[in-house]
């Protein structure tokens, strides 16, 4: 980043070291103008108090990222290629700026004056980027229609801020140039358009009775049952009519039966429901838990998000064991959905957990610290399909 000498641009950079180091609630203005080599009567000619400097620290490193990001993606015309160059262009950026990351995520973010904020209003800026390259995809036919672009770029954005977060607290592996193919490829899999999948061709149905049972479902669901006859979906399924006669007594049999199938399908996803054994299945519900637990328990998730998550100290204590033992829950999941080829055999165990807790911190920690009331749940649907696409085998 260019540092101009300006005095406000020193107090600033001097508060992201000084915060980095000995944390925002420990420094003193004094601190400060020390170390920035200048009186604290300069200080407070530009700043009020402590708490404005915290809160102006982000303006002019946001102001850095949009503009560099904007020339690093000039003349990118693929939106593929260019939301690969935004999130390796993040990730880059993060890793050079670590110290005002950890400010951002530790002692920014937590403060509820920053969300009311010119560098809120930044943030939100930079998240139209991925938005807008979302959009674009979406009218080359490169990406699904159906994805939600404001959950797209919390998605994205919680995937790097988690991965962060748990290097500054944890010193978790993580290299930004080793994992940017595993970051951006399962990125870009939550996202990317699937070869079309056409409707089911009858006629290429090997077992006999499945197709008679398919053709005579597609009529019925067409046709009053009374009106339609054995040769008509003898004729669409391809098979004589004294074959019909082979697998069903007569056609209310038949009608009968078709809803047995379908039954019996019913029943299973029904048994999954109240007793999840697919892990696909646990990671929607681990999902739902979740945005309910927080729905119901607002004021709780307020300081959760405000003075747990970013205290070092709270990840060292007793009460933090509840939270590892979670945390062993999802790895076993996890593990199950490799071992059952669900999930991606070669996925780090440590992105599953950014790609799915950043996310959810990412719109949670948002919605608790603005006090909006808009019902998580519906978020559900939309979630699930972008970190279930980002990951599965």
Same mark, same amino acid.
């Given at each position: ?27 003193? +203005? ?28 982000? +303006? ?151 197709? +008679? ?80 637990? $927080? ?7 307020? $300081?959760?998000?405000?003075?747990? +998550? ?31 080829? $669900? ?43 972008? $970190? ?6």
């Amino acid at each position: 980043m260019n540092v101009s000498n300006d005095k406000k641009t020193r107090i600033i950079e001097t508060a992201i070291s000084v915060f980095a180091r000995k944390g925002f609630r420990a420094s003193t +203005i004094s601190d400060l103008a020390k170390e920035a080599g200048m009186g604290e009567a300069t200080i407070y000619n530009h700043f009020k108090n402590k708490e404005e400097i915290l809160i102006s620290i982000p +303006i002019q490193y946001f102001h850095d990222f949009i503009s560099s990001n904007e020339e690093h993606l000039e003349g990118i015309k693929n939106p593929e290629e260019k939301l690969r160059k935004y999130i390796w262009q993040y990730l880059w950026w993060s890793q050079r700026h670590k110290d005002f990351i950890k400010v951002l995520l530790l002692e920014v973010q937590p403060n509820h004056h920053y969300y009311h904020s010119e560098s809120y209003d930044l943030f939100n800026r930079m998240l139209q980027v991925p938005m807008a390259i979302l959009k674009d995809g979406m009218k080359a036919g490169l990406f699904r229609e159906e994805i939600n672009p404001q959950i797209f770029s919390n998605f994205l954005t919680g995937t790097i801020h988690y991965l962060f977060l748990t290097l500054i607290l944890f010193d978790r592996p993580f290299e930004v140039l080793d994992d940017f193919d595993d970051v951006a490829g399962s990125i870009v899999a939550a996202i990317k358009r699937d070869e079309a999948i056409s409707a089911i061709d009858i006629s290429e149905v090997e077992e006999k009775k499945e197709r +008679i049972l398919l053709a005579a479902e597609e009529l019925f669901s067409t046709k009053m049952f009374f009106e339609t006859t054995i040769s008509e979906i003898a004729r669409k399924a391809h098979v004589a009519d004294g074959t019909i006669y082979e697998y069903f007594k007569n056609k209310e049999d038949l009608l009968f039966s078709d809803f047995a199938r379908q039954m019996k399908e019913f029943t299973e996803i029904f048994d999954e429901t109240i007793c999840p054994k697919k892990p696909e299945t646990k990671l929607r519900f681990i999902l739902w838990h979740f945005l309910t637990f $927080v729905q119901n328990h607002k004021q709780w998730a307020r $300081v959760y998000f405000k003075d747990l +998550i970013p205290n070092p100290r709270f990840y060292q204590s007793a009460q933090y064991e509840p939270m590892k033992a979670y945390d062993s829950k999802l790895a076993r999941i996890f593990e199950e959905g490799q071992q059952k080829n $669900v999930f991606k055999k070669d996925l780090k165990l440590y992105l599953f957990r950014a790609l799915l807790l950043g996310t959810i911190d990412q719109i949670c920690s948002h919605w608790a610290m603005l006090q909006k009331e808009d019902n998580l749940i519906v978020l559900l649907d939309d979630f699930y399909e972008l $970190v279930f696409n980002a990951i599965k085998a």
